[in-house]
C-alpha cells in the first residue's frame, strides 16, 4: 500500500452554532482542523496509509487533538510534543449574503518554534509514495518556511511525489517576509500544484484579469494562467484549479481544471446549495485529485473524483471530509438526486 504524508499545523476550531454570529449565545462548537490534516484524514477515509507531521504542545488538548486522528486511523508517531499552545482558529459560517469570517488565534503555537533541522525526513518519508503541504505552512514563521523548504527538496531527492496548495492567507505572512520572497523556491521541487488565480498572484507573481463574483469564469483566462505557471516552473507536471462561483454564502457552483503537460482538463460543474460548510472543500479537493492521480486511470477521471468529493465536503460540517471513495464514485458517475440509500 502506498504511504501519504502531509505537514502542517493542527489547529482547535471554535465556531458558533450553524447560523449564529460570534457569540450571539456565550458558547462555540470546538473541533479540530487545518489543512494538512484534513488530506490525512480524507486520504485515511478512502482506505490508504496517511501520516501527519506537526508539533502539538504536550497537555490536555494536544492529547485530545491525538486521539481524534487515531480515530480516523492516521499515523501520529510522527507528531512532535512540544511548545505551549495549540493552534486556534474562530469560524463563523456565513448565510446568504452575509460572508463567512475567520479569526486567527495561532501566534506562538507550537508549530511555529520549530526550524530547519528538527524533523529527520529522510527517516519520515523512507517508505512514503507521496508529499503533501500547503502554503499556509510557510506563512506561520520562518522556522516553520525552512522546515518545509528542507521536506520538499528531500522528498525530491528520494523520489517521493510532492502536492503543494498554495492557499494564500494574507492576515498569516507577518515574521519578516513576503510570500513572494518565499513561496517559488519551495514550488521549484513541486510535482502537483494546486492554486487559484489569488494564490498565483500574491505568492508567484503570475498575474490573471479574473472577477470571482462575477456569477461565471472564463475557463480561457484559467488555461493561460496555468501555460504562464508551468513554464515558470518546469518541474510541474499537473497544476489543478478550483473554479469557485460565490452566488451567495450558501450557494456556490463548483467546477476544477488541470493542466498537465498533455492537456488540458475541466470537471463538471456542481451547483451546491444550502452550503453546510465550506472550509475544508479544497482541501478535499487536495485529497481527492491525491487518490485520483494514484487509482484512476486518466488525469480527467482523477479531475472528477476530486470534484465530486469536494463538492460532498460542502455538505459535512467541521474540517474533515468525513466520505468515503464509493459515495465519491457515485457523485461523479451522475448520482445527484439525495434519495434516501436503502
Known amino acids: 500500500m502506498k504511504k501519504y504524508i502531509t505537514f502542517g499545523e493542527l489547529m482547535l476550531r471554535l465556531s458558533p452554532p450553524r447560523g449564529e454570529v460570534f457569540l450571539q449565545t456565550p458558547g462555540f462548537v470546538a473541533t479540530f482542523g487545518g489543512a494538512e490534516a484534513n488530506v490525512a484524514v480524507a486520504l485515511a477515509n478512502f482506505g490508504e496509509e496517511t501520516a501527519l507531521v506537526t508539533v502539538l ?44 469570517k475567520v479569526i486567527y488565534d495561532r501566534a506562538g503555537s507550537a508549530i511555529t518554534t520549530v526550524g530547519e533541522g528538527d524533523f529527520d525526513w529522510r527517516e519520515i518519508l523512507a517508505g512514503a509514495s507521496w508529499f503533501h503541504t500547503t502554503g499556509i505552512t510557510p506563512a506561520i514563521s520562518s522556522g516553520a518556511a525552512a522546515a518545509t523548504l528542507a521536506a520538499v527538496r528531500t522528498a525530491g531527492a528520494m523520489g517521493v511525489k510532492v502536492s503543494l496548495d498554495l492557499n494564500y492567507r494574507r492576515k498569516l505572512w507577518k515574521w519578516g517576509k513576503t510570500p513572494g520572497e518565499v513561496m517559488p523556491e519551495i514550488v521549484k521541487h513541486v510535482d502537483v500544484l494546486i492554486a487559484n488565480e ?16 462575477a456569477g461565471s469564469l472564463d475557463t480561457k483566462i484559467y488555461e493561460k494562467l496555468a501555460a504562464e ?17 460565490s452566488i451567495s454564502a450558501d450557494w456556490n457552483n463548483w467546477s476544477l481544471i488541470m493542466a498537465t503537460r ?3 482538463h475541466q470537471s463538471k460543474k456542481y451547483e451546491i446549495r444550502c452550503i453546510v460548510d465550506r472550509i475544508g472543500g479544497g482541501d478535499s479537493f487536495a485529497s481527492g485529485l491525491i487518490w485520483g492521480l494514484n487509482h484512476t486511470e486518466s488525469p480527467a477521471e482523477a479531475l472528477e473524483f476530486a470534484a465530486a468529493a469536494s463538492a460532498l465536503k460542502h455538505t459535512i460540517y467541521g474540517d474533515y471530509n468525513r466520505i468515503g471513495v464509493a459515495d465519491v464514485k457515485n457523485l461523479a458517475a451522475g448520482d445527484a438526486s439525495g434519495r434516501v440509500q436503502r
Open 262 to 264: 498533455n492537456g488540458f
Open 229 to 245: 505557471v508551468m513554464r515558470r516552473f518546469p518541474n510541474i507536471t499537473h497544476l489543478a484549479v478550483s473554479l469557485r462561483e
Open 198 to 213: 489569488e494564490d498565483c498572484q500574491k505568492c508567484l507573481g503570475i498575474d490573471v484579469d479574473v472577477d470571482v463574483c
Open 57 to 100: 504542545p504536550d497537555n490536555a488538548l494536544g492529547d485530545a487533538a491525538i486521539r481524534e486522528l487515531r480515530g480516523f486511523a492516521v499515523d501520529v508517531s510522527k507528531i512532535k510534543r512540544g511548545g505551549d499552545r495549540i493552534g486556534v482558529y474562530y469560524a463563523e459560517a456565513g448565510v446568504a449574503m452575509r460572508p463567512s
